[in-house]
């Protein structure tokens, strides 16, 4: 915003219309973060699945493959999302900010959609502690004096306590590798 007025898109992608823009940055996300996603993929199936790898090689390369691609795909995507959603938004002729943020989110966080079923549960599991610490902060920044001693403690116990509740009750929620270290830990059921 300058001078009291909303920035227009094209200053941000110039020579560009918005959804070639969002285009382009879905293609460029994807070149650049094959990168790390192609080991990211590959290098597990060498250490934990070679005896899947010697047996049904090309089985286990499509899968990976697969799994590689929609990984790829749900990132890119979703890049592309919140580039296309900003220039809409911007387009409405006022700052972005507020709900602004909640709406770009929502409609990027679709992308999950495209991910192995597993995996975005996996990601989903993953990101529930960052909101749950975002959700701290934000309310002892609203009010200093509502202090928590040891959030993360709390928390942390609060997962665990989650996952054994899982592993007692309903194991097929869980992650086959994590599901094989509890039964080396615990044993079975």
Request: aromatic share 12%; with cysteine; glycine share 6%.
């Amino acid at each position: 915003m300058t001078q009291g007025r909303v920035l227009d898109c094209h200053l941000q992608h110039p020579g560009l219309g918005c959804i070639s823009f969002a285009l382009l940055k879905f293609l460029l996300t994807g070149k650049r973060f094959s990168i790390f996603f192609i080991p990211m993929h590959f290098i597990p199936i060498l250490i934990f699945r070679r005896k899947e790898l010697r047996s049904h090689p090309l089985t286990t390369i499509k899968k990976a493959s697969l799994n590689c691609l929609k990984s790829l795909l749900f990132l890119s995507s979703m890049v592309g999302i919140i580039r296309l959603t900003i220039c809409t938004l911007k387009r409405l002729q006022r700052p972005l900010g507020g709900i602004d943020g909640l709406i770009i989110g929502s409609l990027s966080g679709t992308s999950i959609i495209l991910e192995s079923d597993g995996r975005g549960f996996e990601m989903t599991l993953q990101l529930f502690p960052r909101f749950c610490e975002a959700v701290y902060n934000h309310f002892h920044k609203k009010f200093p004096k509502l202090k928590m001693k040891n959030f993360e403690l709390m928390l942390f116990s609060l997962l665990i306590a989650l996952l054994h509740y899982c592993y007692q009750h309903n194991s097929l929620v869980i992650k086959s590798t994590y599901l094989a270290l509890f039964k080396q830990f615990w044993g079975k059921n």
